[in-house]
């Protein structure tokens, strides 16, 4: 590992444990510099500032920046798109568990406009796009982008709000029984949607919407 590559670790993970203790807002190119034991021109030389740093860090640890090359793979392909759509959910969920830095960061882009926050969320709809816009269009029966919206959205404030909150509406969200019922619920929204997205593979059914699209284009 290069001097360069060793200083560019040391600051990323720096950023990672000011995350860990104190959340977003205790984090500053100051803080981090010193954490790091490196200089502010360095963090501004290497990553360009907050802003690119933050890219940096969340790279690889955001489930859409880990998984952006996930649904052009054969075996996704193979699976049906509930299949998909859960496992989606579950990992997402899993993430937040599992690194509060992450966490923290999300709770952060809730409540706080900046530049930093700005650019996550456009990189994460960017890559985000890669996997609702494969589901958009296999089904005339369900707007697949606002149903994928709202499950994703119920589960990431879940998520979150269970770092301040202990119950909501009287599931706990602390508990392996209170996380059950949650997946429990939406296995059954998933249940109502059409059965050929339940049954068949994404690959099968993009396969089907090209040929229906080809005749149409046919015929006109």
């Known amino acids: 590992m ?15 444990a ?13 803080v981090i ?20 740093l933050m890219l940096a860090w969340m790279q690889g640890r955001d489930y859409w920046s880990s998984k952006s090359g996930l649904l052009p793979s054969a075996d996704t392909s193979s699976l049906t798109p509930v299949a998909l759509i859960r496992a989606m959910l579950r990992e997402q969920e899993a993430i937040l568990a599992r690194d509060q830095a992450v966490a923290a960061v999300r709770r952060w882009e809730l409540i706080e406009r900046t530049e930093v926050g700005d650019r996550l969320r456009e990189r ?13 269009g296999l089904t005339g029966d369900a707007d697949m982008p606002a149903f994928v919206s709202v499950l994703l959205a119920g589960i990431l ?19 392996d029984e209170g996380w059950s019922r949650i997946w429990s619920a939406v296995d059954l929204a998933l249940s ?9 593979s994404l690959q099968a059914l993009e396969r089907a919407r090209a040929g229906t699209t080809d005749k149409t284009e046919t015929n006109e």
Not at 33 to 52: N, Q
């Open 157 to 175: 404030y879940l998520s979150l709000r269970s770092k301040t909150e202990d119950v909501f509406l009287g599931v706990p969200l602390r508990t």
């Open 124 to 136: 994460r709809e960017r890559e985000a796009r890669t996997f609702i816009d494969r589901l958009d």
């Open 33 to 52: 510099a010193k954490r790091a034991g490196v200089s502010k021109e360095l963090i501004y030389r290497y990553f360009d500032g907050m802003p690119g």
């Open 18 to 30: 000011q995350l860990t203790e104190g959340g977003m807002q205790s984090v500053g190119i100051n």
């Open 192 to 200: 109502a949607l059409p059965e050929d997205l339940r049954a068949e």
């Open 2 to 16: 290069s001097r360069r590559e060793k200083t560019e670790r040391a600051i990323l993970e720096a950023l990672g």
